[in-house]
T-cell receptor
């Protein structure tokens, strides 16, 4: 079946503009994760949706970052008033069950460049 | 600070040689996962080892876990150019709920 998809694949925006990134998880996966990966670095957890429970937003770096997910479908990550330090690859992952016992399936990422 | 830290940061070997990467972590864990990231296939899960397991194999991959030392190693035998990638360990962590914490990764380059 189809894997996790993300759009756009690349986004260049001017400092101060808002951007919206989209993630389509694998159908039936109840858990969805957003990560940020700066150049040459590991993955930084941002937010985690776990079925119908309240999302875990503990990784969001500032109130300029927000995310939504409708049910067990698409999620959008919004960054308001973008700054140059927001430049990174934003990765989305889904897993069948919201548990660290299960592998995460990653999308190809959105490369965000803030000029 | 990160739960998982890989070492070395970078490793360069000849095709056919074995590659060993290590991961150390700080708190007790339930399991540890290894992922590979390359430009062609993105980030892909390789193997999961539970805290009550000491060794696990998958094809040319061998993972060991030493919970007393809070460390894991990933061995890739008979490496191929296609193994060139970044390798990350990921663990759950106390107080971190159902999330995984990823290390900074080891960059492996296999020269043909």
């Amino acid at each position: 079946g189809a894997g996790v998809s993300q759009s756009p694949s690349n986004k260049v925006t001017e400092k101060g503009k808002d951007v919206e990134l989209r993630c389509d998880p694998i159908s039936g996966h109840t858990a969805l994760y957003w990560y940020r990966q700066r150049l040459g670095q590991g993955l930084e957890f941002l937010i985690y949706f776990q079925g119908n429970s309240a999302p875990d937003k503990s990784g969001l770096p500032s109130d300029r970052f927000s995310a939504e997910r409708t049910g067990e479908s698409v999620s959008t990550l919004t960054i308001q008033r973008t700054q140059q330090e927001d430049s990174a690859v934003y990765l989305c992952a889904s897993s069948l069950v919201p548990s660290y016992d299960y592998e995460q399936y990653f999308g190809p990422g959105t490369r965000l460049t803030v000029t | 600070s990160q739960q998982g830290e890989e070492d070395p940061q970078a490793l360069s070997i000849q095709e056919g040689e074995n590659a060993t990467m290590n991961c150390s972590y700080k708190t007790s864990i339930n399991n540890l996962q290894w992922y590979r990231q390359n430009s062609g296939r993105g980030l892909v899960h390789l193997i999961l080892i539970r805290s009550n397991e000491r060794e696990k194999h998958s094809g040319r991959l061998r993972v060991t876990l030493d919970t007393s030392k809070k460390s894991s190693s990933l061995l890739i035998t008979a490496s191929r150019a296609a193994d060139t990638a970044s390798y990350f360990c990921a663990t759950d962590a106390e107080g971190y709920g159902n999330k995984l914490v990823f290390g900074a990764g080891t960059i492996l380059r296999v020269k043909s």
